[in-house]
């Protein structure tokens, strides 16, 4: 009771009733609808006996006429009252869902703050990254001769390598021939012998 007194004190009509199941937004939906569909039939009916029928009956005209301005009016009010509800909805003036309420205006605000926030990190974190970009020019620059002197040793190197091996293989013949002829007279020796 307490909660429908401050909605009407706010100059709300939120009457939402939880404990019975009335939903008056969707009651004022209906009404809306209601008041619409009726005074498009009105008119409607007024064309059709205008048109067709030929009946100019002034006093069903002027009883049809304020029946729709009546209607018409009940409806464009309830619309109001909706898109005032709504409204405050939005803007957050009345937000009964959920433990927190929040106004749309403030959290805008927080938004936009939040997004000039980002918006001078990516800058300082643009700069920063700037002059990384500069250090590993100057960086890639200060190593390029050391590794050029890196790759030229190694090529020196590997050509060294390849000579040794090669001299390798023929110290290694050389050295299979003298085996061969050292013991070639070995057993020549050993024939050439009296026994």
């Known amino acids: 009771m307490a909660e429908k007194s401050r909605a009407l004190a706010d100059g709300g009509v939120e009457g939402i009733d939880e404990s019975r199941g009335f939903d008056f937004d969707a009651f004022l939906s209906i009404a809306e609808l209601g008041c619409l569909v009726s005074s498009v039939v009105i008119a409607a009916g007024c064309v059709v006996n205008w048109v067709f029928l030929r009946q100019q009956n002034v006093g069903l005209v002027v009883a049809g006429n304020r ?103 023929i110290l290694e013949k050389e050295l299979g021939e003298i085996q061969k002829f050292l013991l070639a007279m070995q057993v020549r020796k050993h024939i050439c012998r009296p026994p």
């Open 67 to 169: 029946v729709l301005v009546w209607l018409l009016t009940g409806a464009v009010a309830v619309g109001a009252v909706i898109r005032r509800q709504q409204w405050r909805r939005i803007s957050g003036l009345e937000v009964k869902s959920g433990a927190e309420s929040g106004n749309m205006v403030e959290r805008i605000e927080t938004l936009e703050e939040n997004l000039k926030s980002a918006t001078r990190v990516l800058r300082m974190l643009s700069r920063q990254l700037e002059k990384l970009g500069i250090r590993f020019r100057v960086t890639k620059k200060a190593m390029k001769e050391p590794i050029d002197e890196t790759a030229a040793l190694c090529l020196k190197n590997s050509e060294a390598t390849r000579a040794l091996a090669l001299q390798a293989d």
